[in-house]
């Protein structure tokens, strides 16, 4: 059965530097989306992308952020300064239609 | 606020019982979304439900929608110690693809 996978499954940063988080969606999918999880918080929307464009992004997702699909089959969330409230698992996921289906994270901890 | 909310916080049981989670939201939705959780890892993609839907099945899994109440349930039967994790209910706005995650019920069952 198809899945999203993530990578790196952790990732270790210093405050101030910047970490590309990527993905490769599942391969008929058009949607996708970037999600984080702060250790016991929720799991939180960040942006989904649609069409080579950002179609929908929440307020966590300033400046610091960016989302890229450099080629066909990768999805990467990039974050250009790292502060240490970043540190959290952020989760890719795709889907067609309102089915969405998340990889198993990348743990991310900002020293 | 959107946000989904399910209850109880936690729940421990003995295999072979029932166990039912329930989720409440605030706004008018397209699809709301039942998520699992092991610790620490990625989110399992359960059963969607669409607003026009009432109930549905899917192996030992029963998802129910209420929409004039703004809640659901999920009904795990037959429970497992595998079956022990964290169950997170999500759901989309009318005009969105973005989903908004509960804070979860954690599930414990007992061998």
């Known amino acids: 059965e198809p899945e999203v996978t993530q990578t790196p499954s952790h990732q270790v940063t210093q405050m101030g530097q910047e970490v590309i988080l990527r993905c490769v969606p599942i391969?008929?999918?058009?949607?996708f989306y970037w999600y984080r999880q702060i250790l016991g918080q929720k799991v939180e929307f960040l942006v989904s992308?649609?069409?080579?464009?950002?179609?929908?992004k929440s307020e966590i997702f300033d400046d610091q952020f960016s989302v890229e699909r450099p080629d066909g089959s990768n999805f990467t969330l990039k974050i250009r300064s790292t502060k240490l409230e970043d540190s959290a698992m952020y989760f890719c996921?795709?889907?067609?239609?309102?089915?969405?289906?998340f990889g198993p994270g990348t743990r991310l901890t900002v020293t | 606020s959107q946000q989904g909310e399910e209850d109880p916080q936690a729940l421990s049981i003995q295999e072979g019982e029932n166990a039912t989670m329930n989720c409440s939201y605030k706004?008018?939705?397209?699809?709301l979304q039942w998520y699992r959780q092991n610790s620490g890892r990625g989110l399992v993609h359960l059963i969607l439900?669409?607003?026009?839907?009432r109930e549905k099945h899917s192996g030992r899994l029963r998802v129910t929608l209420d929409t004039s109440k703004k809640s659901s349930s999920l009904l795990i039967t037959a429970s497992r110690a595998a079956d022990t994790a964290s169950y997170f209910c999500?759901?989309?706005?009318?005009?969105?693809?973005?989903?908004?995650f509960g804070t979860g019920t954690r599930l414990k069952v007992l061998a």
């Open positions: 996921a795709s889907g067609n239609g309102h089915e969405q289906y």
């Open positions: 391969s008929n999918h058009l949607y």
């Open positions: 992308f649609y069409n080579n464009e950002i179609s929908e």
């Open positions: 706004t008018s939705i397209n699809n």
């Open positions: 439900i669409r607003s026009n839907e």
């Open positions: 999500a759901t989309d706005a009318v005009g969105t693809y973005k989903y908004i």
